[in-house]
């Protein structure tokens, strides 16, 4: 049993499968058949990865909302570099996400260049448009997660996402549209057993209300931008 299906039994037990859907603002959308193209440029706006969903199934859980989109991720040639599927779910009124997007991230798998997986894990994502919403108050998970050839499991990146803060809510425009965003900031770092150099940076992720992330930008150690992620499509 996985954690999230763990912990929505539990709740239910606890008697929380009164909480509804609507307690808890998806940031994924909940339309099944709803497509994104999110695409990963270097610094200098090169295409470098492209990143395509669709949302597959739509189902209530006792704790709220669950969705499941497959996923393909290709290298601008079009070469399939991994697919699968990523989860998004509400749980106790607060929303949570398959940290498989960091597949996405063109400065995380510069070197992944072969057929990879990437071990799951999952961090919230608080609702900061509402009234109540108060930063001091709210608890941002960290992040640890390996990508790894399938082929030999020794040729990997571990990436530790942390220290994950609430910054602004502002307006973001891609190609997808305009877009109500809530901007967080989140410290990186990543290495490859193969080198003991661990490479230090931090980002930053706007997301938005039946969206998800319509922006991304990954800077390193000295402040230099180094990749970055736009929404580009969503029908």
């Known amino acids: 049993m996985n954690v999230k299906v763990l912990f929505a039994t539990l709740f239910s037990m606890l008697g929380a499968g009164t909480i509804m859907a609507q307690d808890c603002t998806f ?3 909940q339309t099944q058949g709803t497509v994104l193209v999110r695409k990963g440029y270097d610094a ?3 295409l470098q990865t492209i ?3 669709k949302v597959d ?3 209530a859980i006792p704790s709220g909302t669950q969705v ?3 996923y393909v991720f290709t290298n601008p040639a079009g070469t399939v570099v991994n ?3 990523v989860e998004a779910y509400c749980q106790n009124g607060e929303f949570f996400m398959d940290m498989k997007q ?3 991230y063109p400065g995380v ?3 992944m260049n072969t057929d990879v997986d990437i071990t799951d894990n999952f961090v919230n994502y608080p609702n900061t448009f509402v009234p109540s919403f108060n930063s001091d108050d709210v608890y941002m998970d960290n992040a640890s997660v390996k990508i790894y050839d399938k082929k030999n499991r020794k040729d990997r990146r571990d990436v530790n996402i942390y220290d994950r803060e609430y910054m602004t809510n502002e307006s973001i425009t891609t190609p997808a549209g305009t877009f109500d965003c809530a901007k967080v900031k989140y410290k990186m770092n990543s290495r490859s057993p193969k080198s003991k150099e661990v490479i230090t940076g931090y980002g930053y992720e706007w997301y938005a209300p039946n969206v998800g992330l319509v922006r991304t930008e990954q800077y390193d150690k000295n402040n230099v931008l180094q990749s970055y992620t736009v929404l580009e499509e969503l029908k």
């Open 57 to 59: 199934e739509v189902e």
């Open 44 to 46: 200098k706006g090169n």
């Open 109 to 111: 798998v510069s070197e």
């Open 51 to 53: 990143m395509t969903y």
């Open 102 to 104: 960091v597949l996405s």
């Open 83 to 85: 697919k699968g599927d």
């Open 68 to 70: 499941e989109a497959d």
């Open 27 to 29: 940031f994924f959308p």
